[in-house]
């Protein structure tokens, strides 16, 4: 990821959000996830694979390494 941040900061651009998936949990910010990161004030995406259909969490993670939920709306354009 490091090369990926150098390169966008080359063009003057930053990163805003990564994700991954938890398979077979819910998307909630786990003590791992948060040990894992290695940038903060990023939103992060995590899907959640438990039920049938997948489900989403957006957290926010500041300069203490706190991870703080977030609202958001999928929108299904038809």
């Not at 939103?43 to 989403?56: A, D, R, S």
Request: glycine share 6%.
């Amino acid at each position: 990821m490091l090369n990926v941040v150098k390169e966008l900061r080359r063009k003057g651009e930053e990163m805003l959000v990564v994700y991954h998936s938890h398979p077979v949990s819910f998307p909630k910010m786990s003590k791992k996830d948060l040990d894992m990161i290695d940038g903060t004030n990023l939103l992060h995406l995590i899907v959640g694979n438990v039920k049938t259909i997948p489900e989403f969490g957006l957290w926010w993670v500041n300069e203490q390494k706190k991870a703080i939920p977030c609202n958001f709306i999928l929108d299904n354009p038809r």
